[in-house]
């Protein structure tokens, strides 16, 4: 059963979830799920590799019409998403995978000012096969932000890229939340990405949030801040990991 979206939620929350159960044949993965997002908040959300993570962000995309479900799911109507794999098509330029269902030449301007954003002036008549993997995914970027998400949904976005391109992304996505404001829900294995750019971390296991953290640290954050040690170790403990770096029993 999908389902349903149920009151209305307060004008100041983006995405509100009760009681969200999600299960595969007879496995449960998510387990009455609780959640509320402000209106600009960004979130990321952790959990060991398995633990449900996608299948949470694919069920707040809409996108898991088959799995089996309950619960109350209210998202706005306008949200985008970003995977791992920038998922351009091979056979439009750059600026036509951007404004893809845009309309008219309001949208190519559009287009032509998100890949701008991005970092990528002048490269909007190339193909998606003459860039790199950091930079298609900024072309993911720019398509997900040109229609002005009120929640954009990431889930491992820059998984696939090496370390400094990785860090150089981190930049461009808190510039460009800080200017378009959507609420956020990004999901990742890395545990210092997560503290370097939410404002908030959830991990799930078990079906369940096992850990829903503030992050009050000032922005840009400084990874040598002995706050960032501390919670950096307190989410490790958290994901099963303990603070020599050793996989817990
Ligand atoms: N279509 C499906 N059919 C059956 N089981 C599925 C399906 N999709 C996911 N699962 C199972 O649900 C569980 C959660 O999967 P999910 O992809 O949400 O995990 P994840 O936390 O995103 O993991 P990772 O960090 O490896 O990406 C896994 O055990 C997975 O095998
Ligand atoms: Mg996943």
């Known amino acids: 059963m999908a389902p349903h979206s149920g009151q209305l939620k307060p ?29 600009g908040e960004f979130v990321a959300l952790l959990g060991k590799s398995g633990s449900g993570k996608s299948t949470f962000l694919r069920a707040l995309a809409g996108l898991d019409h088959e799995v089996e479900g309950t619960g109350t799911l209210d998202v706005p109507e306008n949200l985008s998403v970003v995977f791992q794999d920038a998922r351009l098509l091979p056979w439009r330029s750059v600026v036509q995978n951007v404004t893809l269902g845009l309309p008219g030449t309001s949208g190519q301007e559009a287009g032509r000012k998100a890949l701008a954003e991005v970092g990528l002036q002048g490269r909007e008549n190339a ?64 545990v ?30 400084d990874h040598g801040d002995p706050r960032f040690a501390q919670i950096r170790s307190h989410l490790l403990s958290r994901l099963g990991v303990d603070v020599s770096g050793r996989k817990a029993a």
């Open 192 to 221: 210092d990405e997560a503290i370097s750019l939410a404002d908030r971390i959830l991990v799930l296991d078990e079906g369940r949030f096992i850990e829903d953290l503030r992050i009050d640290l000032p922005t840009p954050r």
């Open 127 to 190: 193909w998606p096969n003459q860039l790199s993997g950091g930079e298609q995914q900024r072309v993911a970027l720019a398509r997900s932000l040109v229609r002005d998400p009120a929640l954009l949904l990431a889930d491992e976005p820059f998984g696939a890229l090496d370390a400094l391109t990785r860090l150089k992304m981190h930049d461009l996505l808190r510039e460009l939340c800080a200017r378009h404001r959507p609420a956020v829900l990004l999901v990742t294995h890395d």
């Open 11 to 39: 004008a100041t929350k983006a995405v509100h979830v009760e009681s969200l159960v999600r299960r595969f044949a007879t496995k449960t993965i998510l387990d009455g799920v609780d959640l509320d997002i402000e209106r």
